[in-house]
């Protein structure tokens, strides 16, 4: 028997509160919670992310400690400034369930080496998602809405500096009025490698 009921009773939520986080109907909820049908991988997917767990845990089927699963959602650039690239969600790493219940996450894949030897080309980062960083962070910073890259944060008195860990590339600096103007955001920091063997 899954969890659902008693992890929502936990977190405080309605069935119908439940079913606007999941985009789903009330009727789905309570359909999961009394066991006649289950939810598909993709609301599996954001239940774990709103209950901190693991699809295992939320489907009864292993403990709370077991690892929680996030989607790795893109490719981020390791270099010049670029656009995302959003993929389908077909890839999954694991997160302990300590760091879960920190924040919401995501992972997205490293393309470049300008962060070398810190990240590798094609090393999965694990980010949590937040708009505010401090000085020395990795972060992925976003230019206006859709050019982003990975990089170490360096606040400065007329700005801030987007730093490469790789001395073949140039730093990237925006004055205050050009982080205002473009605008220059966080969209989460660096807390996690995932790397395989070669």
Same mark, same amino acid.
């Given at each position: 028997?899954?969890?659902?009921?008693?992890?929502?009773?936990?977190?405080?939520?309605?069935? $119908?509160?439940?079913?606007?986080?999941?985009?789903?109907?009330?009727?789905?909820?309570?359909?999961?919670?009394?066991? &006649?049908?289950?939810?598909?991988?993709?609301? =599996?997917?954001?239940?774990?992310?709103?209950?901190?767990?693991?699809?295992?845990? =939320?489907?009864?089927?292993?403990?709370?400690? !077991?690892?929680?699963?996030?989607?790795? /959602?893109?490719?981020?650039?390791?270099?010049?400034?670029?656009?995302?690239?959003?993929?389908?969600?077909?890839?999954?790493?694991?997160?302990?369930?300590?760091?879960?219940?920190?924040?919401?996450?995501?992972? $997205?894949?490293?393309?470049?080496?300008?962060?070398?030897? =810190?990240?590798? !080309?094609?090393?999965?980062?694990?980010?949590?998602?937040?708009?505010?960083?401090?000085?020395? !962070?990795?972060?992925?910073?976003?230019?206006?809405?859709?050019?982003?890259? $990975?990089?170490? =944060?360096?606040?400065?008195?007329?700005?801030?500096?987007?730093?490469?860990?790789?001395?073949?590339?140039?730093?990237?600096?925006?004055? /205050?009025?050009?982080?205002? &103007?473009?605008?220059?955001?966080?969209?989460?920091?660096?807390?996690?490698?995932?790397?395989?063997?070669?």
């Amino acid at each position: 028997m899954n969890r659902i009921k008693e992890m929502r009773k936990n977190a405080r939520l309605s069935q $119908l509160e439940l079913a606007q986080l999941c985009g789903v109907h009330q009727t789905a909820v309570s359909q999961w919670e009394q066991g &006649r049908t289950n939810p598909d991988m993709e609301t =599996l997917m954001v239940l774990t992310q709103i209950f901190h767990t693991s699809i295992g845990a =939320l489907m009864g089927l292993d403990t709370p400690d !077991d690892p929680v699963m996030i989607p790795v /959602k893109g490719l981020v650039q390791a270099g010049e400034m670029t656009f995302i690239e959003e993929e389908d969600i077909c890839e999954f790493v694991a997160i302990s369930p300590d760091l879960a219940m920190r924040g919401e996450y995501c992972g $997205l894949r490293v393309k470049g080496d300008s962060m070398y030897p =810190l990240f590798h !080309d094609e090393d999965i980062v694990v980010v949590r998602v937040q708009n505010e960083a401090e000085n020395n !962070d990795v972060v992925v910073a976003i230019e206006g809405r859709e050019r982003a890259t $990975l990089k170490r =944060l360096k606040y400065q008195k007329n700005g801030l500096m987007l730093i490469a860990e790789n001395p073949e590339y140039d730093s990237i600096f925006y004055t /205050k009025e050009q982080v205002a &103007r473009l605008p220059v955001t966080i969209f989460g920091k660096a807390v996690e490698i995932r790397r395989e063997v070669r």
